[in-house]
């Protein structure tokens, strides 16, 4: 298994999601019993923090990172141009990215503590992420039940994402951000002839 490859065989594939569940389910755990107890209901609000910064993340990351930064861009359209391949960022990459972007700073700017309550709240948000992207290409989401619902929601939201010349549509958990930033059914203009 080569740990730097975009493309990830079925057993790296799941690999990810087995591997960033332990994760989450240790961090709360050791955030749980191992934490000051008087300090649970700030200890708390990192962690929610963590999650609602992961909302912010993840649409920045798909917007602006994965369709406007090289290679990162290359890269992403080989997942637009084959959306049921196994395609995803390393889970090494994306560890060391959240260990070096949100883990290591909070732990320079708030303690070892409130550090690994973000950073449990971040890795349960990106991990609920790869959960739903998954989702969105590999599950048929049926017909009744308020999780099917949203499902078949997000899946289109998503399926317009992938739409042919859609520079929209960013959120894969949560349209919040392109309503914000008034990213939902903007297309890019035509590209003139001869031009590119």
């Not at 990162?72 to 260990?99: D, K, M, N, V, Y």
Request: aromatic fraction near 14%.
């Amino acid at each position: 298994m080569r740990l730097f490859t975009l493309e990830h065989s079925k057993a790296a594939y799941r690999a990810d999601f087995a591997l960033y569940g332990i994760a989450v389910f240790a961090l709360a755990v050791f955030v749980a019993c191992a934490g000051p107890p008087e300090h649970w209901l700030l200890t708390s609000g990192w962690v929610v923090g963590g999650v609602l910064a992961w909302s912010g993340i993840e649409y920045v990351l798909h917007r602006f990172v994965l369709h406007g930064l090289q290679p990162f861009a290359r890269w992403h359209a080989e997942h637009h141009q084959r959306p049921t391949a196994l395609i995803c960022i390393p889970t090494t990459l994306s560890a060391l990215l959240i260990g070096g972007l949100v883990f290591a700073p909070a732990w320079l700017a708030a303690g070892p503590w409130h550090a690994t309550a973000l950073t449990l709240g971040v890795l349960g948000g990106y991990l609920f992420y790869a959960i739903v992207h998954h989702g969105t290409h590999h599950w048929h989401a049926g017909d009744s039940g308020w999780l099917k619902l949203w499902l078949r929601r997000r899946k289109r939201w998503h399926a317009l994402h992938h739409h042919a010349r859609q520079r929209a549509y960013f959120g894969v958990t949560s349209g919040f951000w392109d309503h914000v930033f008034g990213t939902v059914g903007r297309r890019d203009p035509p590209v003139a002839e001869g031009r590119s």
